[in-house]
């Protein structure tokens, strides 16, 4: 039985193809767009149509056909090289977009839905142009110019709407440490892979990624991505001599060890698989721990490989993602990345983000949104005068003025300071009119001086650190005639 929201998106997926000849159905990883897209099979067969379902990956051909297979759909064929379930009488064909282009056949069929609609495939859009309807499956279709193929979009379901309806799994980012990417260069809209794989590949680095995990990290079912082969031959390696059995799987690894390897990692053998790109979409493996060692721009890739660890499992509590790229710090967390129309190549993307950039919380080290921490419930204390931002420390305007009563107080203190530095009165007249608005109480040093508190001694450190700023930017210049901050003539009489 379908859930509400599949339901739903089957009905709207039929709504809309009545008026458009190609639809993209979004959904989050995990969501079942293979169960979707066997409801939306069964009803085309219903009516005597005859369907090809698409898939870009050559490892999808058998996942989709035993899926298929278990919605009762029986009588169905596959196009791919040589496979044995071969059968062009089939009223439905699995079928690699790689062999379908090779041969340049286009199947006569009623309907074409095709997986991983966000990729690119100049044979696909030919077929576009020959009349059958589609139906494009995907987690993100934010691909630049896909408007221009793809006529209506319908959304869902969010992430975020499946975490709160637990149909996928919560999970905590730690970003412990990232690799300098200053002067990188950019490739096809990414980080040039060359450049960055000489960056990551380094021994502190690695020795970071399995000290974190060993740490932080559950001990076990965990997908580790890496730049490149080398890079993932070197963390693998490292895990392997801290004693954790780690697998490794490539676009060239040939798909018998793949199906090993996975074998091992769920029986819990092996508890680390490296891999490079290739377990990015298409995997419904049960992974508990996310490792992100490879730095992207691309919210696309970034979405697909958070989208791995968040299926759900009996006694996952959550997935832990250990984030070694600083992607999250930049793109932000995955729940807040969404769009609600396919991009026609004309306009400058940008994600629908309503929440601000995850910083790292001061007290656990979770990523997390401003505000307390949503993993240990730590919160900020809020600081009254300054705040670091930037690296710069900025002064706050003030809820309320400072009251008469409340500038004599402060009076007094900077009097103190202004004595045991040995500055002369103007200093603390000047720094009150700063500080407060209010002028001296009395021209002369008050009878009764009392010791600085934080409020005072905040605002003063502040103005020194201004003060040394702006002499290193000024070159080393002293003129303090007309200003408050350090340092002050000595008071030499």
Same mark, same amino acid.
């Given at each position: 039985?379908?859930?509400?929201?599949?339901?739903?998106?089957?009905?709207?997926?039929?709504?809309?193809?009545?008026?458009? #000849?190609?639809?993209?159905?979004?959904?989050?990883?995990?969501?079942?767009? =293979?169960?979707?897209?066997?409801?939306?099979?069964?009803? $085309?067969?219903?009516?005597?149509?005859?369907?090809? %379902?698409?898939?870009?990956?050559?490892?999808?051909?058998?996942? =989709?056909?035993?899926?298929?297979?278990?919605?009762?759909?029986?009588?169905?064929?596959?196009?791919?090289?040589?496979?044995?379930?071969?059968?062009?009488?089939?009223?439905?064909?699995?079928?690699?977009?790689?062999?379908?282009?090779?041969?340049?056949?286009?199947?006569?069929?009623?309907?074409?839905?095709?997986?991983?609609?966000?990729?690119?495939?100049?044979?696909?859009?030919?077929?576009? #142009?020959?009349?059958?309807?589609?139906?494009?499956?995907?987690?993100?279709?934010?691909?630049?110019?896909?408007?221009?193929?793809?006529?209506?979009?319908?959304?869902?379901?969010?992430?975020?709407?499946?975490?709160?309806?637990?149909?996928?799994?919560?999970?905590?980012? %730690? $970003?412990?440490?990232?690799?300098? @990417?200053?002067?990188?260069?950019? /490739?096809?809209?990414?980080?040039?892979?060359?450049?960055?794989?000489?960056?990551?590949?380094?021994?502190? @680095?690695?020795?970071?990624?399995?000290?974190?995990?060993?740490?932080?990290?559950?001990?076990?079912?965990? *997908?580790?991505?890496?730049?490149?082969?080398?890079?993932?031959?070197?963390?693998?390696?490292?895990?392997?001599?801290?004693?954790?059995?780690?697998?490794?799987?490539?676009?060239?690894?040939?798909?018998?060890?793949?199906?090993?390897?996975?074998?091992?990692?769920?029986?819990?053998?092996?508890?680390?698989?490296?891999?490079?790109?290739?377990?990015? $979409?298409?995997?419904?493996?049960?992974? +508990?721990?996310?490792?992100?060692? /490879?730095?992207?721009?691309?919210?696309?890739?970034?979405?697909?490989?958070?989208?791995?660890?968040?299926?759900?499992?009996?006694?996952?509590?959550?997935?832990?993602?250990?984030?070694?790229?600083?992607?999250?710090?930049? *793109?932000?967390?995955?729940?807040?990345?969404?769009? =609600?129309?396919?991009?026609?190549?004309?306009?400058?993307?940008?994600?629908? +983000?309503?929440?601000?950039?995850?910083?790292?919380?001061?007290?656990?080290?979770?990523?997390?949104?401003?505000?307390?921490?949503?993993?240990?419930? %730590?919160?900020?204390?809020?600081?009254?005068?300054?705040?670091?931002?930037?690296?710069? *420390?900025?002064?706050?305007?003030?809820?309320?003025?400072?009251?008469? $009563?409340?500038?004599?107080?402060?009076?007094?203190?900077?009097?103190?300071?202004?004595?045991?530095?040995?500055?002369?009165?103007?200093?603390?007249?000047?720094?009150?009119?700063?500080? =407060?608005?209010?002028?001296?109480? /009395?021209? %002369?040093?008050? #009878?009764?001086?009392?010791?600085?508190?934080?409020?005072?001694?905040?605002?003063?450190?502040?103005?020194?650190?201004?003060?040394?700023?702006?002499?290193?930017?000024?070159?080393?210049?002293?003129?303090?005639?007309?200003?408050?901050?350090?340092?002050?003539?000595?008071?030499?009489?």
């Amino acid at each position: 039985m379908l859930r509400d929201y599949q339901q739903k998106s089957v009905c709207e997926v039929r709504r809309s193809a009545a008026g458009n #000849k190609t639809v993209v159905l979004q959904l989050p990883t995990g969501a079942g767009k =293979t169960v979707i897209a066997g409801e939306i099979i069964k009803r $085309a067969l219903s009516k005597g149509n005859r369907v090809a %379902f698409l898939v870009p990956f050559i490892s999808l051909i058998n996942q =989709t056909f035993e899926s298929f297979y278990a919605q009762g759909i029986k009588h169905i064929g596959v196009v791919q090289s040589d496979h044995p379930l071969c059968d062009s009488s089939a009223p439905v064909q699995i079928c690699s977009i790689d062999t379908l282009a090779r041969r340049m056949a286009f199947p006569e069929v009623d309907l074409v839905v095709m997986d991983e609609a966000h990729r690119r495939s100049k044979f696909v859009q030919a077929w576009m #142009k020959k009349g059958p309807h589609f139906i494009g499956l995907t987690a993100t279709p934010w691909t630049q110019g896909m408007g221009k193929h793809w006529q209506r979009l319908v959304v869902g379901a969010t992430t975020q709407q499946l975490i709160d309806e637990g149909y996928l799994s919560p999970f905590r980012v %730690f $970003a412990p440490s990232a690799p300098d @990417l200053e002067g990188i260069k950019t /490739t096809a809209g990414d980080y040039n892979q060359k450049q960055l794989g000489e960056r990551v590949n380094q021994t502190h @680095l690695i020795a970071s990624i399995v000290e974190t995990w060993l740490e932080k990290s559950t001990g076990d079912k965990t *997908l580790c991505f890496a730049v490149n082969r080398a890079h993932a031959k070197e963390i693998q390696s490292q895990f392997q001599a801290a004693g954790v059995e780690a697998g490794y799987i490539d676009a060239h690894t040939p798909m018998e060890e793949r199906e090993d390897v996975s074998a091992l990692f769920h029986e819990g053998i092996v508890k680390v698989v490296c891999n490079v790109g290739c377990l990015v $979409a298409g995997v419904d493996w049960d992974v +508990r721990n996310l490792i992100l060692a /490879t730095p992207t721009k691309s919210e696309i890739k970034y979405v697909q490989m958070v989208g791995r660890a968040l299926r759900t499992a009996e006694g996952k509590d959550y997935a832990l993602i250990l984030d070694h790229s600083d992607t999250t710090q930049r *793109l932000g967390f995955v729940t807040d990345i969404h769009r =609600t129309h396919l991009d026609d190549g004309t306009e400058k993307q940008s994600s629908e +983000r309503k929440e601000k950039l995850p910083k790292p919380c001061p007290e656990c080290g979770a990523l997390k949104t401003p505000g307390p921490c949503p993993h240990c419930g %730590f919160k900020p204390n809020p600081q009254s005068h300054v705040e670091v931002e930037d690296g710069e *420390l900025q002064e706050l305007t003030p809820n309320v003025k400072t009251t008469k $009563a409340e500038a004599d107080e402060i009076w007094r203190e900077l009097c103190h300071y202004a004595k045991s530095k040995g500055y002369k009165l103007g200093w603390a007249a000047h720094t009150l009119r700063d500080m =407060t608005g209010h002028e001296p109480p /009395t021209k %002369f040093w008050p #009878k009764r001086m009392e010791e600085p508190g934080e409020k005072v001694r905040n605002y003063i450190k502040y103005k020194n650190i201004k003060w040394a700023k702006r002499k290193t930017n000024a070159g080393g210049g002293n003129d303090f005639s007309s200003s408050s901050e350090l340092p002050m003539k000595r008071n030499v009489a």
